[in-house]
């Protein structure tokens, strides 16, 4: 019904950039949130940055990336990318997307997940 289809991550050295993307397709009617979860091994998926889609475009950010990762969108393209700079070793994980979407002919929303792109930060 929704598919979020992530891309860019990769292997940068610490202080590095990287840019991920997310492209949200399928019956959607509205797209309230959307925002990027991480899960490094061993440990439990953690939010990283969150942005509305509807509305004022509010953002809200994992204290540990603050100052350092931007979340922006381009609402006509369901779109939501998340600019990493000054990585370091600690942000390796496996980055993942999320829509809370409602989709045409329903009266709530759900969630719903990319396949998760991997991060790795060398140091």
């Known amino acids: 019904q929704v598919q979020l289809v992530e891309s860019g991550g990769g292997l940068v050295q610490a202080g590095g950039s990287l840019r991920l993307s997310c492209a949200a397709s399928?019956?959607?009617?509205?797209?309230?949130?959307m925002g990027w979860y991480r899960q490094a091994p061993g440990k439990q998926r953690e939010l990283v940055a969150t942005?509305?889609?509807?509305?004022?475009?509010?953002?809200n950010y994992a204290d540990s990336v603050k100052g350092r990762f931007t979340i922006s969108r381009e609402n006509a393209k369901n779109t939501v990318y998340l600019q990493m700079n000054s990585l370091k070793p600690e942000d390796t994980a496996v980055y993942y997307c999320?829509?809370?979407?409602?989709?045409?002919?329903?009266?709530?929303?759900?969630?719903?997940w990319g396949q998760g792109t991997q991060v790795t930060v060398s140091s």
């Open positions: 999320n829509a809370e979407v409602q989709l045409f002919g329903a009266f709530h929303t759900n969630d719903y």
């Open positions: 399928g019956r959607i009617f509205r797209i309230n949130t």
């Open positions: 942005i509305t889609i509807t509305g004022g475009g509010g953002t």
